[in-house]
């Protein structure tokens, strides 16, 4: 007998922990059920909905031109891009062309947006193991992009800049020059970035090896974006869907093989110069013309099924609309790249430490609104 | 393969289409439709990802949508190998209790979208690994995404 009240004493169990909804490391309010053993992870079960708006059902009583604006408040990292999504829906259902112009300022915005997402998500993901420099030199080069939206749509985070038929004003005389300043100050700093974090021992000793996602995995899990490129995947709906400018650039797809958090990290740093490289070929050639083509003030999509696919900073968002050719859609789904993302979670993180939970999560770059719309 | 190619070869695998609830369909749709009856959805389904010719290996979007007289899903289909495209609709007349097959089997990416669906339509998957509600809490009323759904204090209407 009392042999076994000793044992019973020193038994390993399975408890549960809650991460969030206000832990700094879910960037945002995000639960996390953790069941645990000691250490090691055995569950991670999301735990979500806190800042649900239900924009879908919202969309299905607001006009076309209205929902432009819901999206902004989706992943707001990426707010360009989503509106971009949108409005390309939009036109193709009334197959309505975007002048030129519009294509490549719309490029241009997208491809700034991303680098602005990633500069943040670099900035965390140095906070998140340990390095607070990060943060602020993320910041500070971020900064440099959030003038220059201010400068052209008077916005800095969520910008409403798309408009369905184009753009909402046409951009700043100053634009061009600006960005190509950025252009040239962000390349000699990706180096800085690198001499800090990337090869930084401890970091790589965190990071290399974690959370370890297969190819077969992310495909079945829906992964997109730099998760899933990570994981030698290639889905980058710039090359396979190519939308407004994409098709006139040339770049690489940024592409890992090992698919663990490094992988993932490495992704985003090769993206930075993709991103710069597609803003370089583009500033110059920005066409003469028009920047919007004029849209009915009612905005009536043909009765009809209209998916339009974008890569935003985080993967591939999806808009879905069924319209029954009234002034609402009858039914509108976003698929969120988040949301998917999040879904592989459990199968990566089981097994490991709660520390490389939070290097992993950092990696997937979670953005909570995106997940709960 | 082009749609057309699509359409024969999935019409092979099913003799009787007419039992099956199989039809086809490309008016107002970029894709190729298929409309498929509940009791055939996973076989139809698993032979879309194990076929070679066809491997639609990456579930792309899942979203529950309320036809008025019917609930159901559609399935946005993309292979990673051949890089083509599909649509799969499903419908059950059934709105008290509505109850459809999971494809959690096939893709995993089917485990968060289909309590999404629950969440929101009602729908029940069976054979699912979870079926919970997602975003909202358990005690809640009602499925918020169905065109019948009514809250006076947290919808506007215009």
């Not at chain 1, 602020?136 to 800049?161: H, P, Q, S, V, W």
Request: overall charge negative; proline content about 4%; charged content about 25%.
């Amino acid at each position: 007998m009392e042999t076994t009240t000793v044992q019973s004493n020193f038994k390993s169990e399975e408890y549960f922990i809650n991460m969030g909804p206000q832990h700094p490391a879910t960037h945002g309010v995000l639960r996390l059920v953790l069941t645990i053993d000691g250490e090691i992870i055995k569950k991670v079960d999301p735990d979500l909905g806190y800042i649900h708006r239900s924009i879908e059902k919202m969309c299905e009583r607001d006009s076309y031109q209205q929902i432009v604006h819901l999206t902004d408040r989706m992943d707001y990292l990426s707010s360009n891009i989503n509106n971009e999504a949108v409005c390309l829906a939009v036109e193709n259902a009334l197959q309505l062309e975007v002048p030129d112009r519009v294509k490549v300022i719309r490029t241009i915005i997208g491809e700034l947006t991303r680098i602005s997402s990633h500069c943040l998500w670099w900035g965390v993901m140095g906070m998140d193991v340990g390095a607070l420099t990060t943060y602020f030199y993320g910041f500070r080069d971020r900064e440099l992009i959030n003038d220059i939206m201010e400068e052209t749509c008077g916005a800095r985070l969520t910008m409403n800049y798309n408009v369905p038929g184009g753009l909402m004003f046409d951009i700043h005389p100053n634009f061009v020059s600006r960005v190509k300043k950025f252009v040239a100050h962000f390349k000699t700093k990706i180096p800085e970035y690198d001499r800090l974090l990337t090869n930084n021992v401890i970091f790589q000793k965190r990071t290399k090896g974690v959370g370890v996602l297969s190819k077969e995995d992310a495909i079945s899990f829906g992964a997109s974006g730099p998760v899933g490129r990570a994981s030698g995947y290639s889905c980058d709906v710039r090359k396979y869907h190519p939308y407004s400018a994409l098709d006139r650039v040339t770049f690489n797809e940024a592409l890992q093989t090992e698919g663990d958090t490094f992988a993932r990290y490495k992704v985003r740093i090769q993206e930075f110069w993709e991103s710069l490289s597609i803003i370089e070929q583009l500033i110059d050639n920005i066409p003469e013309g028009e920047h919007r083509v004029p849209t009915n003030a009612v905005i009536k999509l043909p009765k009809g099924e209209y998916y339009q696919k974008v890569e935003t900073a985080r993967g591939e968002l999806g808009v879905y609309i069924i319209s029954t050719g009234t002034k609402n859609p009858y039914r509108l789904k976003f698929r969120s790249p988040g949301f998917s993302n999040l879904s592989l979670l459990n199968h990566i993180a089981v097994g490991g430490k709660i520390g490389d939970l939070v290097a992993t999560m950092a990696t997937l770059d979670l953005v909570i609104p995106d997940i709960d719309r | 393969m082009t749609n057309e190619a699509l359409q024969n070869n999935i019409t092979k695998w099913f003799p009787d289409a007419e039992a099956a609830g199989l039809t086809f369909s490309e008016e107002e749709s970029q894709f190729l439709n298929i409309d498929i009856s509940p009791n055939n959805l996973i076989e139809l389904m698993s032979k879309l990802k194990s076929n070679e010719d066809t491997s639609f290996d990456y579930l792309f979007c899942l979203s529950g949508v309320d036809w008025g007289e019917e609930l159901g899903v559609v399935y946005h289909l993309e292979s990673t190998l051949h890089r083509h495209q599909l649509v799969v609709k499903v419908r059950t007349p059934d709105r008290e209790n509505p109850t459809l097959d999971t494809v959690y089997s096939i893709w995993k990416t089917a485990e968060f979208h289909e309590r999404e669906v629950f969440d929101f339509f009602g729908i029940t998957f069976t054979g699912h690994p979870n079926m919970k509600r997602l975003f909202l809490t358990d005690e809640w009323q009602g499925y918020p995404l169905r065109k019948d759904y009514e809250d006076e204090i947290n919808m506007i209407l215009k």
